[in-house]
């Protein structure tokens, strides 16, 4: 799914990603954990396209990123990646269900399917009530749900999420963190997570270690079996049901 071979990455005189090996499986769930400083976000943009590294190879979803021109990685980006961030960055004037389909729109869809399509998803975040409501009006919890379902509106083969869970309460967390694993459950999409939420980190499927810019040795820690949170609230299985979510 992921292969990145031997990725530096520089600003100024401070290198900052020293030469990344790392492959990364079809629907594995994969936290990068590591101190400020680590490089661990300028790895996860680098894999997302949004920045380009010095040197090295990065193959995406067995397309070799660095081959394709401006316009084409913005398609490749918005059709294949989908991103999830701290702060969920939803656009305050759109509604729920808009700032979900607004990707859609750029990858060209019509408006039935993409509406049609985050619908379906704001349902399995059991968010269907709250389709019409902007952000203001949503809690923490709801923004980063929604946030997530923007990322899946075009079944993206990866996303890629910058500590998702960092401004959320202990229960939209564990809310939250089981939601990644119901969606590669369901999909087989791919979850690379940067993250300093130990709680998130152990229960990955693997959990990689960086230092100064490098894969600390051992870094591909192997959780087996994967440990399954209860689930609760918005995730109960009443919620998530028989709503069309298997077609996600």
Same mark, same amino acid.
């Given at each position: 799914?992921?292969?990145?071979?031997?990725?530096?990455?520089?600003?100024?005189?401070?290198? !900052?990603?020293?030469?990344?090996?790392?492959?990364?499986?079809?629907?594995?769930?994969?936290?990068? !954990?590591?101190?400020?400083?680590?490089?661990?976000?300028?790895?996860?943009?680098?894999?997302?396209?949004?920045?380009?590294?010095?040197?090295?190879?990065?193959?995406?979803?067995?397309? $070799?990123?660095?081959?394709?021109?401006?316009?084409?990685?913005?398609?490749?980006?918005? /059709? /294949?990646?989908?991103?999830?961030?701290?702060?969920?960055?939803?656009?305050?004037?759109?509604?729920?269900?808009?700032?979900?389909?607004?990707?859609?729109?750029? @990858?060209?869809?019509?408006?039935?399917?993409?509406?049609?399509?985050?619908?379906?998803?704001? $349902?399995?975040?059991?968010? @269907?009530? /709250? @389709?019409?409501?902007?952000?203001?009006?949503?809690?923490?919890?709801?923004?980063?749900?929604?946030? !997530?379902?923007?990322?899946?509106?075009?079944?993206?083969?990866?996303?890629?999420?910058?500590?998702?869970?960092?401004?959320?309460?202990?229960?939209?967390?564990?809310?939250?963190?089981?939601?990644?694993?119901?969606?590669?459950?369901?999909?087989?999409?791919?979850?690379?997570? !940067?993250?300093?939420?130990?709680?998130?980190?152990?229960?990955?499927?693997?959990?990689?270690?960086?230092? $100064?810019?490098?894969?600390?040795?051992?870094?591909?820690?192997?959780?087996?079996?994967?440990?399954?949170?209860?689930?609760?609230?918005?995730?109960?299985?009443?919620?998530?049901?028989?709503?069309? @979510?298997?077609?996600?």
């Amino acid at each position: 799914m992921i292969d990145i071979k031997g990725i530096t990455k520089s600003f100024g005189p401070l290198q !900052v990603l020293k030469g990344i090996d790392l492959h990364i499986g079809k629907g594995e769930v994969v936290s990068i !954990v590591g101190p400020s400083g680590a490089g661990k976000t300028t790895l996860l943009q680098i894999i997302g396209t949004l920045d380009k590294p010095d040197s090295g190879d990065i193959m995406i979803d067995g397309t $070799d990123v660095r081959t394709l021109g401006a316009k084409k990685l913005s398609e490749f980006r918005n /059709r /294949r990646i989908g991103f999830v961030f701290q702060f969920h960055q939803l656009l305050p004037e759109f509604t729920a269900l808009e700032n979900v389909m607004i990707p859609a729109f750029i @990858a060209g869809e019509g408006r039935a399917e993409a509406k049609k399509r985050a619908m379906e998803l704001l $349902d399995f975040m059991g968010l @269907a009530d /709250r @389709a019409g409501h902007k952000p203001a009006e949503l809690s923490g919890g709801e923004k980063q749900r929604v946030a !997530v379902a923007r990322a899946l509106v075009n079944r993206p083969a990866v996303i890629l999420a910058d500590e998702p869970s960092g401004s959320l309460d202990s229960k939209n967390k564990a809310e939250l963190h089981q939601l990644f694993f119901d969606l590669r459950d369901k999909t087989g999409q791919t979850f690379v997570i !940067v993250t300093h939420d130990e709680s998130l980190a152990s229960i990955t499927d693997r959990t990689i270690k960086m230092k $100064d810019g490098m894969l600390e040795t051992g870094d591909e820690t192997v959780q087996t079996p994967t440990p399954t949170l209860p689930k609760g609230g918005s995730l109960d299985a009443e919620d998530a049901g028989d709503n069309g @979510a298997t077609s996600l």
